[in-house]
């Protein structure tokens, strides 16, 4: 999680080039049969899930969850496991103001076609805790998904920001990635995702932008609190540039989970940071703790970088 806005307090309504080159280049021979259709299932998926909350149908809204998912929302604890997601699920839906819907900018199939993540924008309606009337309020969110026995896919990390971001297109943006070369070794690329964490968080507190920005996939998109979401190498240099000038900056992270995709090229990562900034409005160092999710993509030269990291804010 490598959080590097400057420091904003998440208000509003609760929802469930520095690069060296070195990254895998895209595959502009299209997906095959087989990506295709995993990546149309993981589309509808997200179709059914928008109906099914319309519906306001709390088990098959839980039922788009693993049974260990996980569902990571600002300002409010992580709720993880069937029967928490439920009675989460349950209070939410009963406002009879809520209203969310969502739309995926982009959707990245591992080789092995069985592990996925989505990234999109939302738009909730919900009844203002204070006033009781509907307060709308909007974001972005990543989803990660795998494909279980019965061939569905379900959500492990479900992970929203209040991170403005662009206007979702028609449809959204499909990749299938191409197997890396070698042999697998899960083990192996789990260890390598926790020491490079451990290497980035050393890089925060060296505050060298430039190391900062080696951690990126030239095309990633960052999401944070309350700040616009950063697409791509140059906007992504610019925020960290600027956020080291902040003598008060102070960014600790590691991550409590790494999952590797079976074809070794997509991984995600879910911890906890702690970040201490100057507040921009009383101009003092203020510190908020939060969770985070970095979806990782392997590279040609077998590094990992990430490609889509965001954060949210515990209470």
């Not at 809520?98 to 080789?111: D, G, P, S």
């Not at 203020?286 to 030269?301: E, L």
Request: proline share 7%; glycine share 6%.
């Amino acid at each position: 999680m490598k959080g590097f806005a400057v420091l904003a307090v998440t208000a509003g309504v609760v929802v469930p080039a520095l690069l060296s080159g070195c990254s895998k280049p895209a595959d502009t021979s299209g997906p095959s049969p087989d990506a295709k259709k995993a990546l149309d299932a993981v589309a509808a998926t997200e179709i059914q899930w928008v109906s099914d909350l319309k519906a306001k149908d709390v088990e098959k809204v839980v039922s788009h969850y693993t049974a260990s998912g996980e569902l990571l929302l600002p300002g409010q604890t992580p709720s993880k496991n069937t029967d928490v997601l439920r009675y989460v699920w349950r209070q939410t839906l009963a406002d009879p103001n809520y209203r969310l819907e969502f739309k995926a900018h982009r959707i990245e199939m591992a080789a092995s076609n069985d592990f996925a993540y989505t990234q999109g924008t939302y738009t909730v309606t919900a009844s203002d805790p204070k006033t009781h009337a509907p307060s709308t309020s909007s974001g972005t969110y990543v989803t990660v998904y795998k494909k279980v026995a019965n061939g569905s896919w379900k959500a492990m990390e479900d992970i929203v920001a209040t991170s403005a971001g662009p206007a979702a297109p028609a449809t959204p943006a499909m990749v299938a990635d191409t197997p890396p070369k070698g042999p697998i070794d899960t083990a192996a690329d789990i260890a390598a995702i926790q020491a490079q964490e451990k290497q980035w968080a050393a890089d925060w507190a060296a505050k060298d932008a430039a190391k900062l920005a080696a951690h990126y996939d030239p095309a990633a998109t960052v999401m944070q609190p309350g700040q616009a979401a950063a697409t791509g190498a140059a906007a992504i240099a610019a925020s960290l540039a600027e956020a080291v000038k902040d003598p008060a900056l102070k960014l600790e992270f590691s991550p409590d989970v790494v999952n590797v995709a079976p074809s070794g090229d997509l991984a995600f990562s879910r911890g906890k940071f702690t970040q201490t900034a100057t507040d921009p409005k009383t101009h003092k160092p203020a510190t908020i703790h939060g969770v985070y999710v970095t979806v990782y993509r392997k590279a040609a030269d077998g590094s990992w970088k990430a490609v889509q990291d965001v954060a949210t804010e515990e209470p």
